[in-house]
């Protein structure tokens, strides 16, 4: 069984609306997850970071961790076509490498 | 200031041959990573490096893969014996402690021929 498990997509939304992007995870020993955004051809970059339960706002971004449920998510309000990208969810647990998903390719269409 | 740096950005090998990879991490950071990304896949998680520690090695698909890091800064991924299975981008990341936001490399995208 995967560690980290994503829907890989590819998901569409119309620019403006709300992207919601979900992440599940096996190990209930998971401490902390990230959120990042990898653009074509490009390295990821860290969105979010999330360590507690409950929501954590930033910006257009929100990140959503329940831990009993064992899912993480990325919400993006007011989406732009410049947010259209690959968006990997990862988790550590309390070891020294992330576990990454395989990603959900977002596209926001104008 | 200046983040992680990769090279070669791009490589091109046959098969059999060996290749090396440089990371220079951010200066200061005492983790380093490597992943290893094939084409429309996630990261695949190789090898950690944090300080003088012993490496963990436990994400290296095989023997022909190894690491060092000289100094606690630079790091080196050499692939022996390259297989057309190796082709893939590999990312290097660093952190300032174990645990902490990664920063990643541009990578270098590998590809066996």
């Known amino acids: 069984q995967k560690e980290v498990e994503q829907n890989s997509g590819p998901l569409s939304v119309p620019e403006g609306a709300i992207a919601s992007l979900n992440c599940t995870y096996s190990d209930r020993g998971s401490q902390s997850f990230f959120w990042y955004r990898q653009y074509s051809g490009k390295s990821p970059e860290l969105i979010m970071s999330i360590y507690s339960n409950g929501d954590k706002e930033d910006g257009r971004f929100t990140a959503q961790l329940n831990k009993a449920s064992q899912y993480v998510s990325l919400l993006i309000r007011d989406s732009q076509p410049s947010d259209s990208a690959t968006y990997l969810c990862?988790?550590?647990?309390?070891?020294?490498?992330?576990?990454f998903g395989t990603g959900t390719r977002l596209t926001v269409i104008p | 200031g200046a983040g992680v740096s990769q090279s070669p950005s791009n490589k091109v090998t046959e098969k059999g041959k060996d290749v090396e990879l440089r990371c220079d991490p951010i200066s200061g950071h005492t983790a380093l990573y490597w992943y290893r990304q094939s084409l429309g896949q996630g990261l695949e998680f190789l090898i950690y490096?944090?300080?003088?520690?012993?490496?963990?090695k436990s994400g290296l698909p095989s023997d022909r893969f190894s690491a060092e890091r000289t100094g606690g800064s630079v790091s080196t991924l050499t692939i022996q014996r390259t297989q057309q299975e190796d082709s893939a981008v590999y990312l290097c990341?660093?952190?300032?402690?174990?645990?902490?936001?990664?920063?990643f490399g541009p990578g270098t995208r590998l590809l066996v021929l």
């Open positions: 490096f944090q300080g003088n520690s012993a490496p963990d």
């Open positions: 990341a660093s952190s300032p402690f174990r645990g902490e936001t990664q920063y």
């Open positions: 990862a988790g550590r647990t309390g070891a020294n490498n992330l576990f």
